[in-house]
C-alpha cells in the first residue's frame, strides 16, 4: 500500500540558508501534518493543511512556512536556518480532519526528512 | 491544556518478560489515544488507538492497551517482550478539538538476553 513519501530523506544545509521539504501524502488524503522533532525529543506539531487550507497551527518559527497544494501535497520552506532547526521532520496525513470522523482518526506518517544545518 | 506524560525515559526488560511503558494525559474531554513506535532513523508507526468503545485496544506485534478513564491512563503492555521490540515508544493524544497530536516525551524499551 502506498505511504506518505517525504523527500528529500537527509538534508545537510549550513546556517542561514534556507530549504524546502515535500510531503506526498497518502492518495485520496486530504489533511497534511507537519512535525518537529529534535535529537532525543518528541514530535512537535507544526502545522496542518486541510483542503488546502491551514486548518492548524504550532510552535512554527516565523521563519518557518507551508502550504498544501491542488494534488494535495505539501512543503515546508525554512529559511534562515540555525543550528537549532537540526531535527527529523516528519509529515503525516489523514483522510478528513483528525477529529471530525472517529472512523478517520489515524495519521500516517512518513519516515521523515532529517535536516543537518552546520 | 492538554498534556500527555510517559512514565520512564527508558525501561529495560529481559526477552521475555511482560513490558509495561506506561502514559497518563490530562485532558479535559475524553481524548482519542495513541501508542507509535519509531525504530532508529524510521518514522512512526501506529502500534493501537483507542477512540470510543471497547477499553481494551489490541494493536499490533502483540501490543495492548487499556484505557482507564478513572485513572486517566493508557499504559501499553505486552505479555513477552522480544529483541524486535527494542524501539521508541510515544504515547499521544488529541480531544477532537484540533487537529494536532500531542505526544509525550517518549520512552526508550531494551530487550535484554
Known amino acids: 500500500a502506498a505511504g506518505v513519501i517525504q523527500s528529500p530523506r537527509h538534508l545537510i544545509k549550513e546556517k542561514r540558508e534556507t530549504a524546502t521539504l515535500k510531503c506526498y501524502p497518502i492518495?485520496?488524503?486530504?489533511?497534511v501534518y507537519w512535525y518537529q522533532q529534535g535529537p532525543g525529543q518528541d514530535p512537535q506539531f507544526l502545522i496542518s493543511f486541510y483542503e488546502k487550507m491551514q486548518s492548524d497551527k504550532g510552535s512554527i518559527p516565523d521563519r518557518f512556512s507551508a502550504q498544501q497544494f491542488s494534488d494535495y501535497h505539501s512543503e515546508l520552506n525554512m529559511s534562515s536556518l540555525e543550528l537549532g532547526d537540526s531535527a527529523l521532520y516528519f509529515c503525516?496525513?489523514?483522510?478528513?480532519?483528525?477529529?471530525?470522523?472517529?472512523?478517520?482518526?489515524?495519521?500516517?506518517f512518513g519516515q521523515g526528512t532529517r535536516l543537518t544545518v552546520v | 491544556a492538554q498534556s500527555v506524560t510517559q512514565l520512564g525515559s527508558h525501561v529495560s526488560v529481559s526477552e521475555g518478560a511482560l513490558v509495561l511503558l506506561r502514559c497518563n494525559y490530562s485532558s479535559s474531554v475524553p481524548p482519542y489515544l495513541f501508542w507509535y513506535v519509531q525504530y532508529p532513523n524510521q518514522g512512526l508507526q501506529l502500534l493501537l488507538k483507542?477512540?470510543?468503545?471497547?477499553?481494551l485496544v489490541k494493536g499490533i506485534n502483540g501490543f495492548e492497551a487499556e484505557f482507564k478513564k478513572s485513572e486517566t491512563s493508557f499504559h501499553l503492555t505486552k505479555p513477552s517482550a522480544h529483541m524486535s521490540d527494542a524501539a521508541e515508544y510515544f504515547c499521544a493524544a488529541h480531544t477532537g478539538t484540533a487537529s494536532k497530536l500531542t505526544f509525550g516525551t517518549g520512552t526508550r524499551l531494551q530487550v535484554t538476553l
Open positions: 503525516a496525513s489523514s483522510l478528513g480532519r483528525h477529529w471530525a470522523d472517529e472512523t478517520n482518526t489515524e495519521a500516517f
Open positions: 492518495p485520496r488524503h486530504d489533511t
Open positions: 483507542y477512540t470510543t468503545g471497547a477499553t
